[in-house]
């Protein structure tokens, strides 16, 4: 018996409602009579626009006030990007449904032209250390340039801050209608994504059965099979916004494939590996390809990463 009410607790930017009246909708063709409520709230990483992610505390900066007001009974659940989601959730609360996954891969967006084409010295904008990473290991001549703000807002930086190109998560714009103003998808080979790149996810307090129940239908097992192979990987090299961290699954025929991968933020170390198994394995999998990642060089590049971080 679902709940004959329930409110989503949400960032007010244009995606995050796009994400939220998603979710609003399915909730409503499910369980018809159903009052869904979206309930706006304002989070850190929204208010801080001008630092990189990296120097302000990554990425719970755009869930603790979020997960605050659901402790605070104010709202029954939130609908996340996971690529914002940390490893670690506060006490009572928890990932109920990882959603089916929208394209994970990195979009180039220029004036025509695609990343192959790219003039010397070219300047790029992107907000992840990630995708800086990867693409100075390809063109170690390119000047990177942070962007922060929504999709628009940096679609828009192309243009104001005179740059070459601008790269954001295809997931993002597709969902927005932006998908035309794409010049190139880069592939997952060439550009891994961030851990969950694509995928939604739904928190909500572990005692709330009906809510959690209600929600079930959601989940897509080979989506939620993959990111929790990727979130593995992540939470074992203690990973968050600042450094260049990425991952990579997919499953087929019940088999789990990870690619994981960490660099140094300028792209001139970096180790890459890979790993296949049973999708029921999936932590296990995500585990054990970062144990291997930290083992043949990974552990010492996070550590200059860190380093570097805290002005040592």
């Not at 719970?60 to 659901?70: H, N, R, S, T, Y």
């Not at 880069?186 to 790149?197: M, N, R, V």
């Not at 989506?223 to 997919?250: D, F, N, S, Y």
Request: one cysteine or more.
């Amino acid at each position: 018996m679902a709940p004959s009410r329930l409110r989503i607790g949400t960032r007010a930017s244009q995606l995050a409602l796009w994400q939220a009246n998603w979710t609003k909708s399915q909730l409503e063709q499910r369980y018809p009579g159903i009052v869904v409520e979206l309930v706006k709230i304002k989070t850190m990483g929204d208010k801080i626009l001008d630092v990189p992610l990296a120097q302000v505390g990554g990425k719970g900066l755009f869930v603790k006030e979020i997960e605050e007001a659901m402790l605070r009974g104010e709202i029954d659940l939130a609908v996340h990007s996971m690529k914002d989601v940390p490893t670690e959730f506060p006490d009572g609360l928890g990932l109920v449904v990882t959603t089916e996954r929208e394209d994970p891969r990195d979009a180039f967006i220029a004036d025509g032209i695609t990343f192959s084409q790219l003039r010397q010295g070219a300047r790029i904008g992107t907000s992840a250390l990630r995708r800086q990473a990867q693409l100075l290991k390809a063109r170690p001549d390119l000047e990177m340039v942070i962007i922060r703000g929504n999709v628009e807002t940096r679609i828009r930086k192309l243009k104001e801050d005179n740059l070459d190109a601008v790269i954001l998560a295809a997931a993002g714009l597709n969902r927005l209608g932006f998908t035309d103003v794409i010049s190139e998808l880069l592939d997952t080979d060439f550009s891994i994504p961030a851990i969950g790149q694509g995928a939604l996810g739904l928190e909500c307090r572990l005692d709330d059965a009906a809510t959690i129940e209600a929600l079930a239908f959601l989940n897509h097992a080979d989506t939620a099979a993959a990111v929790a192979a990727e979130r593995a990987l992540l939470k074992r090299c203690e990973g968050g916004c600042q450094v260049p961290i990425a991952a990579h699954g997919t499953v087929s025929d019940a088999t789990l494939t990870l690619v994981g991968f960490i660099a140094s933020v300028d792209g001139s170390q970096t180790v890459r590996d890979s790993i296949s198994g049973p999708a029921t394995d999936a932590v296990r999998l995500g585990s054990e390809l970062a144990d291997r990642l930290l083992a043949s060089g990974g552990k010492q590049i996070l550590e200059e990463v860190y380093q570097r971080e805290l002005g040592h």
